[in-house]
């Protein structure tokens, strides 16, 4: 267990539907960043997000949004699912801004939309 | 061009055997190097970090990073079958916020 909290594991949905990704960070981080891994184009920086504020963006689509909340849980919102959207999503965490010294990783949610 | 380059193999060697995983990289700005390893279904886990050049050691793992000619390479010796997984390469610039991985190479450890 790395501490950092995936919910849920595994989610089928249709497309057009919305869906929410939770997370919960290791103990004492305040940095979440989430990322998207696909069989084609490997782990994508989604966005991260420091206490609270959003502190980088990657390659996420209008779509999704996150936000991370006073408790430091953070939450991935992606809505009017297509098709590729079906991937592993994976949150991390790092004590600090930077994460230099490397993440921590949840397992990931397995996101399939049919 | 991507950023980061990796074979993603699949590599297939002998239990036993010297294991070499290697990432190029284009930004000579890069300045933190890691290697994770990622079982299947499982979320990655970092194996090393490295800053800047130079080797550095643990166990049988031993990770390298050539500056001049933007390599980092991960050596497993004495692999053994539960080194059989995914490893990406990650690295990053100071002061950016994200790492950036490699495509990830798929290792099997043969019996």
């Known amino acids: 267990d790395s501490g950092v909290t995936q919910t849920p594991k595994h989610l089928i949905t249709a497309t057009g539907q919305r869906v929410t990704l939770r997370c919960s960070p290791r103990s004492g981080d305040l940095s979440v960043y989430w990322y998207q891994q696909s069989l084609d184009q490997g782990l994508q920086f989604l966005i991260q997000y420091y206490n609270g504020e959003e502190r980088a963006k990657g390659n996420i689509l209008e779509r999704f949004s996150a936000q991370q909340f006073p408790d430091l849980h953070s939450e991935l919102n992606l809505s009017s699912l297509e098709l590729g959207d079906s991937a592993l999503y994976f949150c991390?965490?790092?004590?600090?801004?930077?994460?230099?010294?490397?993440?921590?990783f949840g397992s990931g949610t397995r996101l399939t939309v049919v | 061009q991507k950023e980061v380059e990796q074979d993603p193999g699949p590599l297939s060697v002998p239990e036993g055997a010297i294991v070499s995983l290697n990432c190029t990289y284009s930004?000579?700005?890069?300045?933190?190097f890691m290697w994770y390893r990622q079982y299947s279904r499982k979320g990655p886990e970092l194996l090393m970090y490295?800053?800047?050049?130079g080797n550095k050691e643990d166990g049988r793992f031993t990770a390298q990073v050539d500056k001049s000619s933007k390599y980092i390479s991960l050596f497993i010796r004495d692999s053994q079958p539960s080194d059989s997984a995914t490893y990406l390469c990650?690295?990053?610039?100071?002061?950016?916020?994200?790492?950036?991985f490699g495509q990830g190479t798929r290792l099997t450890i043969n019996p």
């Open positions: 930004n000579s700005a890069f300045q933190y």
């Open positions: 490295t800053y800047s050049s």
């Open positions: 990650a690295i990053k610039t100071t002061g950016a916020q994200k790492l950036v």
């Open positions: 991390a965490s790092s004590a600090r801004d930077s994460g230099s010294s490397g993440y921590t």
